[in-house]
């Protein structure tokens, strides 16, 4: 019988191969399921990985579009950044929401935790929606050039059937809330 809590994995040795304020890669001498030897790349992050779907009383969300050093592309997504960890992720996506769009809510509902990339790394992923939303000052980061487009959540959810919106924060959590709203 299968036991899924068994680890079919043993480390023999580990070494750090690069670390910086936001990821560390470690590489494991292993012995894989089969019982041979190999080696495997972990990418431990540093922070959470925070998301907002903000939703308005008209039913309009605030989609943010920036270019994606690491994709080499142009990326329209729902607000998000990194939550320091032992920091509480709602007070994190409080103040992505805020620096990313100005907007402030007072309401929130956490719809969904996941796993980014679980194949190479421990990134963990919440999404929360934002309602009854009111309008600030945006506060950018000096890395972030963004641009602020207000659409219906229909067509946000559009976007993501059409494969205009890719980032996977954003499918799943656009999919979510379109499950939660019908």
């Known amino acids: 019988m299968h036991d899924p809590n068994h680890n079919p ?52 969300t605030y989609l943010v579009g920036q270019y994606r050093y690491p994709l080499n592309a142009y990326s329209w997504e729902i607000p998000e950044g990194g939550g320091p960890l032992g920091v509480d992720a709602l007070e994190s996506a409080k103040r992505e929401l805020l620096e990313e769009t100005g907007l402030k809510a007072s309401e929130w509902t956490e719809v969904q935790r996941m796993h980014l990339s679980n194949s190479v790394s421990d990134e963990l992923a919440i999404i929360y929606l934002a309602r ?20 219906t959540f229909e067509e946000a959810y559009l976007m993501v059937l059409n494969g205009e919106i890719t980032d996977s924060m954003s499918v799943a959590g656009i999919l979510r809330v379109k499950l939660m709203l019908t």
């Open 9 to 60: 994995w043993k480390t023999l040795s580990s070494a750090e191969k690069y670390d910086n304020p936001w990821i560390n890669v470690t590489q494991y001498e292993v012995i894989n399921p089969s019982g041979n030897p190999g080696i495997y790349g972990k990418v431990h992050f540093k922070n959470l990985a925070i998301g907002v779907i903000p939703l308005d009383e008209d039913m309009n």
């Open 132 to 151: 009854n939303l009111e309008q600030f000052e945006a506060e950018p980061e000096e890395t972030e050039q963004l641009v602020i487009k207000k659409v």
